[in-house]
Nanobody, 116 residues
Framework: QVQLVESGGGLVQPGGSLRLSCAAS????????MGWFRQPPGKERELVAS????????YYADSVKGRFTISRDNAKNTVYLQMNSLKPEDTAVYYC?????????WGQGTQVTVSS
């Protein structure tokens, strides 16, 4: 079993930056593909970015390409989401997810609010 804890959310002005972290428990973190999702108020959860187990491949939603960067440090059991040039429409609860084979784990989420 993997437990995920997100951190780094908060209130930021438009154009600002935040870095989210997702720390995983357990010794098998490197086996999992990781993803960042977000759920804006009143909307469905959507995939923002993902990264393969070794960081060799990444995916970004069109809405965040060129502004967000996903990365991971398997030695620290942590995945990151660097968010730059934030917009009000980036406001959401951000979740990380770990997947491997039939296994899937979610974190509890961290709130990101972009507002002046």
């Amino acid at each position: 079993q993997v437990q995920l804890v997100e951190s780094g959310g908060g209130l930021v002005q438009p154009g600002g930056s935040l870095r989210l972290s997702c720390a995983a428990s357990g010794r098998t973190f490197s086996r999992y593909a990781m993803g960042w999702f977000r759920q804006p108020p009143g909307k469905e959860r959507e995939l923002v970015a993902s990264i393969t187990w070794n960081g060799g491949n990444t995916y970004y939603a069109d809405s965040v390409k060129g502004r967000f960067t996903i990365s991971r440090d398997n030695a620290k059991n942590t995945v990151y989401l660097q968010m730059n040039s934030l917009k009000p429409e980036d406001t959401a609860v951000y979740y990380c997810r770990a997947t491997a084979s039939v296994f899937m784990y979610w974190g509890q989420g961290t709130q990101v609010t972009v507002s002046s």
